[in-house]
């Protein structure tokens, strides 16, 4: 029940009417029978600079943040975490005694998502990310720590700096972190990530960014969209007998995270699936 008691989280976002966030951490938080509650704000970027001070001055707990907020919202924030400094973008506050502490639980979310359905850890794979993006950021520079690893993007010049910038933050050779074009070779490649749109609803019939004959059926294949959630890339993994991962789990496990950053208690994870596969279906 919402009473005078009830804490409050919210997502940062514009626009944010399509997320799940508020879905999942709700039913999540009922679950715990913790007194919270999630809102999402639709924040305008020339707004973005009174949040911080605001949210402080009423007392709310946390946020999460989205496009295209992540990267701007940081420098309202008085302590940034080490692993979203390297990111550089922020996805998850937590304010506390008066302090605003940011940080990015995306990468780390893709990896345990991948490990969980793996069911070993990821260590000295080779691994190609499409896309150079927010998301591609996050999983790339995670992954990074312990694979080796390629960028390819359609706009290779972006490929190039995020993978001199990983080299650079994480003293990796030209060898560990390559890039390329959306047309890279993949021999010897283990792991292939989708994080580009391509393939996202309501463009869900468009040609894949790889095909069944590229791949091979001990390769894994992971897409980090979750709408739909069998998207044109994982029909293909499943055609070369491929194992297809979609992204409803990096979803779960990066707000998994965040929801201990907030509350300090551990979400029941399959509590949150459910709650997103009954609104998925809903629609
Ligand atoms: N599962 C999760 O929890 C989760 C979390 C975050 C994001 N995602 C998903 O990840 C995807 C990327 O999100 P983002 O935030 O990283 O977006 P973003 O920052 O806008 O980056 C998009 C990337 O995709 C590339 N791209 C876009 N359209 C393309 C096209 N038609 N052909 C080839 N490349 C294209 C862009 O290439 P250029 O550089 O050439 O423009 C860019 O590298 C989205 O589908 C999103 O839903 C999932």
Not at 177 to 188: E, F, H, I, P, R
């Amino acid at each position: 029940m919402i009473n005078a008691k009830t804490k409050l989280i919210g997502l940062l976002g514009h626009p944010v009417e399509h997320s799940f966030s508020p879905i999942m951490h709700n039913a999540a938080f009922r679950d715990k029978n913790l007194n919270y509650v999630y809102l999402a704000f639709d924040v305008l970027p020339e707004n973005l600079k009174y949040v911080i001070d605001g949210a402080k001055a009423m007392g709310i707990v946390g946020f999460n943040v989205t496009i295209p907020h992540k990267i701007e919202i940081m420098k309202y924030l008085d302590e940034i975490d080490e692993n979203a400094k390297l990111i550089g973008a922020v996805n998850t506050i937590k304010i506390e005694n008066n302090k605003a502490v940011g940080y990015n639980t995306d990468g780390l979310g893709a990896r345990m998502a991948l490990e969980e359905e793996i069911g070993k850890k990821v260590e000295n794979k080779n691994i190609i990310i499409y896309g150079a993006g927010g998301a591609a950021r996050a999983v790339a520079f995670e992954l990074a720590k312990n694979n080796n690893i390629i960028i390819a993007n359609r706009t290779v010049e972006k490929a190039k700096n995020l993978a001199e910038e990983i080299r650079e933050k994480l003293n990796k050779t030209e060898e560990e972190v390559k890039y390329s074009g959306l047309d890279a070779n993949l021999d010897g490649i283990d792991i292939i990530i989708n994080a580009t749109p391509i393939g996202m609803y309501p463009n869900v019939d468009v040609k894949p960014i790889v095909k069944a004959e590229q791949m091979h059926k001990d390769m894994v294949v992971m897409d980090l969209i979750y709408n739909p959630l069998e998207t044109v890339l994982l029909k293909e993994a499943k055609k070369a007998g491929a194992k297809a991962i979609n992204g409803l789990g990096m979803l779960i496990y990066q707000g998994a995270i965040a929801f201990e950053i907030w509350t300090n208690e551990k979400p029941n994870i399959e509590v949150m699936k459910n709650a997103i596969i009954n609104h998925l279906n809903l629609k």
